[in-house]
């Protein structure tokens, strides 16, 4: 049976960067909302695929923050928990990497 790690009381690996998270995350929405006005407003199709890529594009840098977090924190004190935790770790991070990848 596969182990499901508890998610519920551990903090997060992004705790310390929670605000530039957060700001990044609400200029991302504002881009989205800019998206759909531009398509509200018959907007040409280069034009809101260049923006698609900028969002896309900035997604991927928080996600690419997110999962530097991870390692440097979660990962780290997993491992330092023990061999089997650190393992467990290392298995999610590579799985949501995999991820990360084919989207």
Known sequence: MDHVPDHTTATPGYADTK?????RLRRIEGQVRGLQRMVEEDTYCIDVLTQ????TRALQAVSMSLLE???????VDAAR?????????????TAA???LVRS
């Open 81 to 93: 928990e023990s061999d089997e935790a650190g393992q467990a770790k290392i298995d999610e991070a």
């Open 19 to 23: 605000g530039a998270q957060l700001k």
């Open 52 to 55: 698609v890529s900028a969002v």
């Open 97 to 99: 990497i995999a991820r």
């Open 69 to 75: 977090e991870h390692l440097r924190h979660c990962v």
